[in-house]
């Protein structure tokens, strides 16, 4: 591994980028050099890929072409992404589609894509190996890199292939206080010995954190609102969870790796007051560490009174109606206090952004493919310009242009990874298993814990979900069942072999992957 260190300026960067394609223009295909950009932060990476690609031309390669109309097709015509993989780079970021993002490392394997952006989501077990890694910073999110991540972010170097060594070059900055000391500091820390994460999340705790906790129970408080201004929302959410992990081993006796790591701070006279302060009727502390008690007994009661999910009339929600619906759930699970930054934020006394979530929920429950969810999220802010966030702490007025468009674009689809499917997921799975407990029952309708898990409230799209295929591709093979459902009937499902040549390669691939795994989902072979 050679090591090289520049600075960080966004020409210099594209330069040497630049540099690499262009030698690459001289080579056969399977001596062509891949790159790797490491950056944290979305945004960032997304802004480097244009900046390189209005350098390039578009290559003359079907599969991109494909892989490009298949983009465009799945979110929308003008999304950056569907650009600029024609020209044989793309960015690998967190919120993009499972099956969008699995096709980019494919084409990264097979040396279509020479030069791929991407954030911490490369860490996270996916093997793309390359001839030269760019690191421009030495933070996943607001933390320092870790020797663990680190060594895993340059081991993506040197393909066994073709060689053994490849390029790290240190990105430093001048405007930012990141030294080339830094980096060589990563590169020679030991990797210490590894602990289980129940392990080592308390002992990241600082000392105020653990007896602000400690304090908190034993007055019966069981909120542990921010200590302070200045603690951040990653500090405050981890001091949160590991407070209710450690009422729960109070409420059942149970002497975990988290309750020993405050046994300096606790007394047997201490637990058996927080044990006092703890014993509600309606709602003990359970093994749910993202809900606390006071949380599910708001719930347990709104329940009792006669709270339920919206119901669709015709197939469609009313918006009203669901936004009063989650306004009532902000209410009982305290959203703006846990949830102060998204699902809680409050703009002007309004919360606009839940109203936002409202919109995207709608169209995500009720079966609507991305391309449509873009399409009228356009639409809306359109209709309704003012106040739109172009990052997390901005607004502006909405311009119907390519650049708000793509902020729209990753805006949506940061929504849908993170809140629909994410946050209010856990929100609706706990108000489904505590509706079924007071109900008496092991399924109801309606159930928006579904609805969300499968994007759809459609029976046969939910049934294809769970034979394997994406939401989007389910969602494809129901708007052409004519042509490729030959039966459907309460949960039996039989399919056309026509999907097998199916003109969507997302769709084709995964049908044929299915075949090999349920082939009684198909017709018999040759009728």
């Known amino acids: 591994m050679h090591i090289i260190s520049i600075p960080q300026n966004k020409a210099t960067l594209t330069h040497f980028l630049l540099k690499i394609e262009r030698r690459n223009d001289d080579l056969l295909e399977d001596a062509m050099r891949q790159t790797i950009v490491y950056f944290n932060g979305k945004a960032r990476a997304v802004e ?110 040197g393909r066994i292939e073709y060689n053994l060594y490849g390029n790290v070059i ?168 846990y949830e102060y930054s998204t699902l809680g934020k409050v703009t002007d006394g309004v919360h606009k952004k839940l109203r936002w979530y409202a919109v995207i929920l709608i169209q995500w429950m009720s079966g609507l493919g991305l391309s449509n969810i873009m399409r009228q999220g356009i639409r809306h802010h359109v209709q309704h310009p003012d106040n739109f966030w172009i990052n997390k702490t901005q607004t502006m007025v909405y311009k119907d242009n390519v650049e708000f468009r793509n902020i729209l674009f990753a805006d949506t689809l940061e ?11 856990n929100y609706f799975l706990r108000f489904s298993n505590e509706y079924k407990k007071i109900h008496g029952v092991t399924e109801f309708d309606n159930n928006w814990y579904e609805y969300v898990e499968y994007g759809t409230t459609k029976p046969v799209t939910i049934l294809l979900q769970r034979i394997g295929f994406t939401r989007e591709n389910a969602t494809y093979i129901r708007s052409h069942r004519d042509k490729y459902i030959l039966q459907e009937s309460g949960s039996k499902l039989l399919l056309s072999r026509n999907l097998l040549e199916c003109n969507n390669q997302n769709v084709r691939e995964q049908a044929n992957m299915i075949l090999l795994n349920m082939p009684e989902m198909f017709e018999p072979e040759g009728e």
């Not at 149970?254 to 509600?280: P, T, Y």
């Not at 929504?415 to 997921?425: K, M």
């Open 415 to 425: 929504v849908i990874d993170n809140i629909i499917l994410f946050s209010l997921s």
């Open 48 to 157: 480097a890929a244009l900046d390189l690609s209005q350098y390039l031309d578009e290559l003359d390669d079907e599969d991109l072409a494909v892989l490009s109309r298949d983009i465009a097709n799945e979110v929308h015509g003008d999304y950056y992404l569907a650009k600029i993989i024609r020209k044989g780079i793309a960015y690998h970021i967190g919120y993009l589609p499972a099956a969008i993002r699995m096709r980019i490392e494919d084409m990264f394997r097979k040396g279509k894509i020479t030069t791929m952006f991407c954030t911490s989501t490369l860490l996270e077990g996916v093997n793309l190996p390359a001839d030269n890694l760019f690191i421009t910073d030495n933070k996943i999110f607001r933390s320092r890199m870790t020797p663990v991540d680190f060594r895993n972010l340059i081991g993506r170097v």
């Open 170 to 337: 240190f990105v430093s900055s001048q405007d930012e206080k990141l030294p080339e000391t830094e980096y060589v500091k990563m590169l020679k820390e030991p990797v210490p010995e590894q602990t289980l994460s129940i392990d080592a999340g308390p002992k990241t705790l600082t000392n105020p954190e653990r007896k602000y906790i400690v304090e908190a129970l034993k007055e019966g408080n069981i909120e542990l609102v921010k200590r302070n201004k200045t603690q951040s929302e990653e500090s405050y959410i981890m001091m949160r969870r590991f407070g209710l992990i450690l009422l729960r081993d109070i409420m059942t006796d149970n002497n975990s790796l988290v309750r020993q790591s405050f046994s300096d701070l606790i007394s047997k006279d201490d637990a058996a007051l927080i044990k006092q302060k703890f014993e509600d009727p309606i709602a003990l502390p359970d093994d749910d560490i993202n809900v606390s008690a006071d949380q599910t007994r708001n719930l347990i009661i709104a329940i009792r009174n006669g709270l339920e999910y919206p119901k669709a009339v015709n197939g469609e929600f009313d918006y009203n109606e669901v936004v009063g619906f989650l306004e009532k759930l902000c209410t009982i699970f305290k959203w703006e206090k």
